[in-house]
């Protein structure tokens, strides 16, 4: 990774921060928790937020809430939300076959095709190494050849004999995959966790840019958990926080091969801005401006209902909340393989600095009318 790092940091003349924000992303992805056991994930977040935040705190769901305060009074100061959850797509263990294998069922939303002959963490009384294995087509009928096998005919193979699995394994426990960050060219990167790991450093780069902004309104960047699993963490934290806008960070589709052109934003093209009903228009608009103004590239994309984001359960906290969108584009969502964009990445963090510097009261005050 150090090639891919060094360019960075001679590109950005010789930037230190801008190579530590590099080199997060990269543990970020690297690390593990899915749903629910997002917390190896959440202590990263926040070790690293508190260069930047006036505090930091974890509640009881396990959302980390970083905090950086605004200039002036408190009750002049609004109260801006960022979300991005840090809990990726895993697997739990239902079952210990004769042999030690292990089968398995989804706790997110993976593509069973995509899973045969991955690497996995078996996250047991230790951490346990194993693969996805499925039968040879050697040993295959040809109507077989022709199906994807279904996730419950897959298994996890740990090397182990049945005794020793069963001494370090038990029904519940979570599975991972396991893969490091690939760099690839023009500031591409592939990973196992870009959904939503690229989302959470977009928190870091956007408080590494308040500390040189003078910003009225108070951030809380949210590392929220059990996305995948109906967006539970960010309805808690909104409800908490009670925030007057409220802005989900995450990933959306990117143009590849055989997708709707009009269905995905562009990689590489800066940071999706959404407009749909689950969308505050002055929020929208707002972000749109921002861009304009301070010359980050950006890319409408449009919502007809719920958007599938944080955004959905934000919008309908306590009695409502004006909520936004940004997205990394990113391909091959839900694989081992998800690529998206570095340059993506630091825009947005550095778009949602400037709109959160752009808010005083009186704006805010304005948004209970569309």
Not at 188 to 212: F, P, W, Y
């Amino acid at each position: 990774m150090k090639v891919f790092t060094q360019l960075w940091y001679i590109e950005r003349g010789g930037n230190v921060l801008a190579e530590t924000h590099y080199n997060d992303l990269m543990q970020l992805i690297s690390g593990h928790g899915g749903p629910g056991f997002e917390q190896a994930i959440g202590e990263a977040f926040g070790n690293v937020a508190r260069r930047y935040a006036d505090s930091v705190e974890v509640d009881t769901m396990g959302n980390v809430v970083a905090i950086v305060k605004g200039e002036g009074a408190a009750d002049k100061r609004p109260r801006v939300m960022l979300s991005a959850h840090m809990d990726e797509i895993a697997l739990i263990v239902t079952k210990i076959e004769a042999g030690g294998f292990l089968r398995v069922a989804q706790t997110g939303g993976f593509d069973a095709r995509t899973l045969v002959g991955q690497e996995v963490v078996v996250h047991g009384r230790k951490a346990l190494h194993g693969i996805i294995g499925s039968k040879p087509p050697h040993l295959t009928s040809p109507d077989e050849r022709k199906k994807a096998t279904p996730l419950e005919d897959l298994y996890i193979d740990v090397a182990m004999a049945e005794e020793g699995v069963k001494e370090q394994v038990t029904v519940g426990d979570r599975v991972t995959l396991y893969r490091e960050p690939m760099e690839l060219l023009n500031h591409r990167i592939a990973g196992k966790a870009l959904d939503n790991r690229t989302s959470v450093a977009v928190l870091l780069e956007c408080m590494r840019h308040l500390q040189d902004l003078h910003h009225v309104a108070d951030c809380y960047a949210v590392a929220s958990v059990q996305e995948e699993v109906h967006m539970r963490g960010a309805h808690t934290a909104a409800y908490a926080i009670n925030p007057d806008i409220g802005i989900a960070v995450d990933v959306t589709f990117a143009d590849m091969p055989g997708q709707d052109p009009d269905d995905n934003a562009g990689i590489g093209k800066g940071t999706a801005i959404t407009y749909g009903p689950n969308i505050h228009p002055k929020v929208f608009r707002g972000l749109k401006e921002t861009a304009e103004k301070h010359g980050i590239p950006y890319q409408i994309e449009y919502s007809q209902g719920p958007t599938g984001t944080d955004a959905n359960v934000i919008q309908i906290t306590r009695d409502g909340i004006a909520a936004g969108l940004v997205g990394i584009a990113i391909r091959y969502m839900h694989t081992s393989v998800e690529t998206g964009s570095y340059d993506d990445i630091v825009e947005t963090g550095r778009l949602l600095a400037h709109y959160i510097a752009s808010l005083d009261y009186s704006e805010v005050e304005g948004l209970s009318c569309y």
